[in-house]
């Protein structure tokens, strides 16, 4: 086990030559939720639909709960979103048999309330279906053309679907953490010991990630390979890759997969198995901590498809993107792979 954990990450198309200014202010990045279905307008459950700028989503989560006058266990929402951005998501109260206050009150220059309605039932991390993005990135250098190529690059062929930095919290500290409670500390705060489950087996995913992208195979199917249905959990391992495999690879139907580590044996096989089983052992606490906190093996995408990408250049040295990603998947791993941007304030999702 490493005495340091490095973030630094391998690029899919070698290291951008532009750089830029992430995050200037929280409008630089915009997040809005796509949920994929509407509310039914009656139960027990209030959905609240919720613009918020410059703060988390679990501090929200607790103002509502205590203009609510409930436990903040009855407050959920379907994904953390960024601290620093503007971002729009919805929450779900429980009020069974209680008439909901004034969430107007809450309104401030933090967040506001935009909309109330009632459903049946409560909502559940990962309900939601995608995440649309609006990102300025500020006093860019580089040649526009290159930029400008790349960015079709990245519309066509998609980008490593690393985990962003915020998983592992201020530099790594959630993977320190974690090596702590694997060694025998107990936290008793479910909410961290879930965060620092995540960052473990994140790490490892991300480590598997790295060792394709350096092998040039981030993107293709191998023999052996697990291979994830486009926007679900689903996979099949595919024996041998003919043309059916590859002309879905080519549409974005199907993508390489990478473990999310738990216990059982991991689905694959051949050079693809013995890969994952290698970063495995080259991180043996982690490993054995995530089979023995009870997690089942689980397959996440190696590949994230850019939805719908479009750009335009507000002034000269202004750049703004916008596209879509699905539940699970950081804007960040996409504008990595566009410039080396410094980042004025990051946020925590």
Known sequence: MPDTFS??????????????VLRSMPEDFFVEE????????EGEHVWLWIEKRNCNTEWVAEQLARLAGVPHGAVSYSGLKDRVAVTRQWFSVHLPGKDAPEWSSLNSEQF??????????KLRRGTHRSNRFVIRLR?????????????????????PNYFGEQRFGHQGGNLD???????GWRIKD?????????????????????????QGSWDQILPGEAAILAGSHSFFVVDEVDAEILRRVQCMDIHPSGPMWGRGDVPCSGQVAE????IAEELPAFRRGLEGADLRQERRALRLQVMDLEWHWSDA???????????????????RELAVCTEIAKGSS
């Open 34 to 41: 796509v949920l994929g279905f509407s509310p039914e307008g």
């Open 139 to 159: 006093e860019v250098a580089g040649e526009r053309a290159a930029l400008e190529a790349r960015l079709a690059m990245i519309a066509r062929s998609g980008v």
């Open 177 to 183: 953490q974690a090596l702590k409670m694997f060694g």
């Open 317 to 335: 040295s202004t750049l703004e993107l916008r596209f879509g990603l699905g539940r699970g998947e950081y804007a960040t791993a996409v504008v």
């Open 7 to 20: 973030l630094d990450l391998p690029y899919a198309f070698g290291k951008p030559e532009a750089t830029g």
């Open 190 to 214: 479910r909410h961290k010991r879930s965060m620092y489950l995540s960052a473990a087996r994140s790490y490892l995913f991300n480590q598997v990630l790295a060792r394709r992208v350096v």
């Open 275 to 278: 890969l994952e089983r290698v």
């Open 112 to 121: 506001t309330v935009k909309e109330a309605v009632r459903h049946r039932s």
